[in-house]
């Protein structure tokens, strides 16, 4: 709660719609008698919040692998062995830490961790926090094993745990991890993708309960009761449905997960039982268990399409859609789906013409009806160059790469902290802020400055400018307090500076993209997890020379006896060219 002058004077995080009600009620009474006292205790309030603000620790202290290995330590500590996860309830997928520990296990090879992050991805997708129905994630968990979500689904969930799932594809090359992917995608792509471009938000947890009426209900469009099923399905095969999928005839809901009474008698669909256990429990073979599930997941698809759907928020945030075109392409890579690198050229192409302004060369936040009004903040800046970044590697246009380029520096003249290191939060042209923050905390998201400080590193890595890899240690050791004390707290900054003490990969393929030879050298590359890796493309042509400018060593790639040719460097220093995909393998594999 703001006065006239926008100073707080009280805030709080949730509120019923009956609490909100009386809240107001007693904030405008308050107001009307004492708003004097009000004004001076917010007043009071603004200092404070400038004092925490402007006192944040800034220490320049060793960054050194020990900070990697306290954070595993950190993390596995909260590890749930019976439901798999971190932490208890509610319990979220927070993909920056499973994304730091793939990492992790990249760099030592320790199997515990692996399996840790796998054992995550899978109770998740065996969980109500999937739709077993219509694919993607819900935001969270209410308790502590997976059953029963908040059923808000993200745009930004969609696309951090795609990008994890194709990680855990990469390592262990097992297809649940890259269906996964399909489904995460093909949902967002089906769902939250707009007409005109551009990815929605979110939609709603709560939908009507009827059609026509204005009543609404948490999760009412997902759950179901055993009389839905049998109506749908029949009685027989609505049994050995329930039986997979967990179905209770006094609904799977425990009483505490279900606040406000709203989900008594409903199921959440979640995988019970295996296909082979629902096989051995009907006598049935596996090939008709199979099937019997797949169209019963079809037949209550299609009679849920037909329920109110929960409400669309259709606003196109940049940020958030950078996070989905590093997911679309980073999928066409690894699954070589044209369809969603066609996606994320898409996205982008909306997000340049409706969100970024020619002339100023700075982002808008958000587009709807009517178009942008909000300036960028941090975030779109740092999550839009991850996903140019992602995207040049997917499609190699360097068209991408140099938009990402001139988004930086924009980034550095808005936000830079010029004397502690990092980025402010919002440009310094807001007069609103009491204060500008600098926030270091990995959420549900990386926060921005752990974004900027890859981005600042992988940038480097394209255009060999040292004074972003200079920028990009000055944003790590601003944090470095954090990184010390508390790094499970920053997994996506620990992720940065897993990539900054680690040697860099240079991998340039000398070849035409759409050429059979040149596919078979990228396929090798984009099988494997090499997090700390650079993918570029000697196109012969404009591309190489453009190129050629950030990175000399480009300019003399060519093919070799006619063949598409890659050439694998460590700082820059390259093994001998080869044209054949299983050589480019075993360097690939050597020392990784």
Same mark, same amino acid.
């Given at each position: 709660?703001?006065?006239?002058?926008?100073?707080?004077?009280?805030?709080?995080?949730?509120?019923?719609?009956?609490?909100?009600?009386?809240?107001?009620?007693?904030?405008?009474?308050?107001?009307?008698?004492?708003?004097?006292?009000?004004?001076?205790?917010?007043?009071?309030?603004?200092?404070?919040?400038?004092?925490?603000?402007?006192?944040?620790?800034?220490?320049?202290?060793?960054?050194?692998?020990?900070?990697?290995?306290?954070?595993?330590?950190?993390?596995?500590?909260?590890?749930?062995?019976?439901?798999?996860?971190?932490?208890?309830?509610?319990?979220?997928?927070?993909?920056?830490?499973?994304?730091?520990?793939?990492?992790?296990?990249?760099?030592?090879?320790?199997?515990?961790?692996?399996?840790?992050?796998?054992?995550?991805?899978?109770?998740?997708?065996?969980?109500?926090?999937?739709?077993?129905?219509?694919?993607?994630?819900?935001?969270?968990?209410?308790?502590?094993?997976?059953?029963?979500?908040?059923?808000?689904?993200?745009?930004?969930?969609?696309?951090?745990?795609?990008?994890?799932?194709?990680?855990?594809?990469?390592?262990?090359?097992?297809?649940?991890?890259?269906?996964?992917?399909?489904?995460?995608?093909?949902?967002?792509?089906?769902?939250?993708?707009?007409?005109?471009?551009?990815?929605?938000?979110?939609?709603?947890?709560?939908?009507?309960?009827?059609?026509?009426?204005?009543?609404?209900?948490?999760?009412?469009?997902?759950?179901?009761?055993?009389?839905?099923?049998?109506?749908?399905?029949?009685?027989?095969?609505?049994?050995?449905?329930?039986?997979?999928?967990?179905?209770?005839?006094?609904?799977?809901?425990?009483?505490?997960?279900?606040?406000?009474?709203?989900?008594?008698?409903?199921?959440?669909?979640?995988?019970?039982?295996?296909?082979?256990?629902?096989?051995?429990?009907?006598?049935?073979?596996?090939?008709?268990?199979?099937?019997?599930?797949?169209?019963?997941?079809?037949?209550?698809?299609?009679?849920?399409?037909?329920?109110?759907?929960?409400?669309?928020?259709?606003?196109?945030?940049?940020?958030?859609?950078?996070?989905?075109?590093?997911?679309?392409?980073?999928?066409?890579?690894?699954?070589?789906?044209?369809?969603?690198?066609?996606?994320?050229?898409?996205?982008?192409?909306?997000?340049? *013409?409706?969100?970024?302004?020619? @002339?100023?060369? +700075? #982002?808008?936040?958000?587009?709807?009806? &009517? $178009?942008?009004?909000?300036? %960028?903040?941090?975030?779109?800046?740092?999550?839009?160059?991850?996903?140019?970044?992602?995207?040049?590697?997917?499609?190699?246009?360097?068209?991408?790469?140099?938009? *990402?380029?001139?988004?930086?520096? @924009?980034?550095? +003249? #808005?936000?830079?902290?010029?004397?502690? &290191? $990092?980025?402010?939060?919002? %440009?310094?042209?807001?007069?609103?802020?009491?204060?500008?923050?600098?926030?270091?905390?990995?959420?549900?998201?990386?926060?921005?400055?752990?974004?900027?400080?890859?981005?600042?590193?992988?940038?480097?890595?394209?255009?060999?400018?040292?004074?972003?890899?200079?920028?990009?240690?000055?944003?790590?050791?601003?944090?470095?307090?954090?990184?010390?004390?508390?790094?499970?707290?920053?997994?996506?900054?620990?992720?940065?500076?897993?990539?900054?003490?680690?040697?860099?990969?240079?991998?340039?393929?000398?070849?035409?993209?759409?050429?059979?030879?040149?596919?078979?050298?990228?396929?090798?590359?984009?099988?494997?997890?090499?997090?700390?890796?650079?993918?570029?493309?000697?196109?012969?042509?404009?591309?190489?020379?453009?190129?050629?400018?950030?990175?000399?060593?480009?300019?003399?790639?060519?093919?070799?006896?006619?063949?598409?040719?890659?050439?694998?460097?460590?700082?820059?220093?390259?093994?001998?060219?080869?044209?054949?995909?299983?050589?480019?393998?075993?360097?690939?594999?050597?020392?990784?």
């Amino acid at each position: 709660m703001l006065t006239p002058d926008r100073k707080p004077f009280f805030g709080g995080t949730y509120f019923t719609p009956d609490q909100l009600k009386s809240l107001l009620e007693q904030v405008a009474s308050g107001w009307s008698k004492q708003s004097d006292s009000i004004t001076q205790t917010a007043g009071r309030a603004a200092q404070q919040l400038i004092r925490i603000v402007s006192e944040q620790s800034v220490s320049t202290g060793d960054l050194q692998p020990a900070i990697l290995e306290k954070a595993y330590a950190q993390i596995a500590a909260t590890y749930d062995v019976q439901n798999g996860g971190f932490g208890g309830a509610p319990k979220f997928p927070r993909p920056v830490t499973l994304c730091f520990l793939l990492r992790y296990y990249a760099r030592t090879g320790q199997r515990r961790v692996l399996e840790m992050v796998l054992n995550a991805l899978r109770a998740m997708e065996r969980g109500g926090i999937h739709d077993q129905l219509g694919g993607g994630f819900h935001r969270y968990s209410t308790g502590v094993t997976w059953l029963v979500p908040h059923f808000e689904k993200m745009l930004y969930d969609q696309a951090q745990l795609a990008i994890t799932f194709v990680e855990a594809y990469q390592i262990t090359h097992e297809q649940f991890y890259a269906d996964t992917t399909r489904n995460i995608l093909d949902f967002a792509m089906r769902e939250m993708q707009q007409p005109r471009g551009g990815f929605a938000s979110a939609e709603d947890a709560d939908s009507q309960l009827a059609l026509g009426k204005p009543d609404t209900g948490e999760g009412v469009f997902y759950v179901w009761t055993t009389n839905e099923i049998e109506g749908v399905l029949g009685k027989q095969d609505a049994e050995i449905f329930g039986y997979a999928y967990g179905v209770e005839p006094d609904g799977n809901v425990p009483a505490h997960q279900d606040v406000r009474g709203e989900l008594k008698g409903k199921n959440v669909l979640y995988e019970a039982h295996s296909t082979e256990e629902t096989t051995n429990r009907f006598g049935l073979a596996v090939e008709q268990t199979a099937q019997k599930l797949t169209a019963g997941r079809k037949a209550l698809f299609e009679a849920r399409s037909r329920r109110p759907h929960p409400p669309l928020d259709d606003k196109i945030v940049t940020a958030w859609n950078g996070l989905m075109i590093s997911a679309l392409a980073r999928a066409s890579q690894t699954l070589d789906e044209p369809r969603y690198m066609e996606s994320a050229q898409a996205t982008a192409k909306f997000l340049k *013409a409706h969100l970024y302004d020619s @002339k100023t060369g +700075k #982002l808008w936040r958000s587009y709807r009806a &009517g $178009g942008p009004t909000v300036d %960028g903040f941090l975030d779109d800046y740092t999550d839009l160059i991850a996903g140019l970044l992602d995207l040049y590697q997917a499609d190699f246009d360097v068209h991408w790469l140099t938009w *990402a380029v001139g988004l930086q520096e @924009k980034q550095e +003249k #808005l936000f830079e902290d010029e004397k502690d &290191g $990092g980025y402010f939060d919002a %440009g310094s042209a807001d007069s609103s802020l009491l204060s500008r923050t600098r926030e270091a905390y990995d959420g549900a998201e990386a926060a921005p400055n752990s974004t900027a400080a890859m981005n600042l590193l992988r940038l480097a890595e394209f255009t060999d400018r040292a004074e972003w890899r200079d920028k990009a240690q000055k944003t790590l050791s601003a944090f470095a307090a954090r990184l010390q004390s508390d790094p499970e707290a920053v997994p996506a900054l620990a992720s940065a500076l897993d990539f900054r003490l680690s040697p860099t990969k240079q991998i340039l393929i000398a070849g035409d993209s759409r050429s059979q030879d040149t596919r078979e050298l990228l396929r090798a590359v984009n099988a494997r997890f090499l997090p700390n890796k650079i993918l570029l493309l000697a196109d012969g042509g404009t591309g190489q020379q453009r190129l050629a400018r950030w990175l000399p060593f480009v300019a003399g790639a060519h093919r070799v006896g006619g063949r598409a040719t890659a050439y694998v460097c460590e700082n820059y220093i390259c093994k001998l060219p080869t044209a054949d995909p299983h050589m480019v393998a075993q360097l690939l594999d050597k020392n990784n």
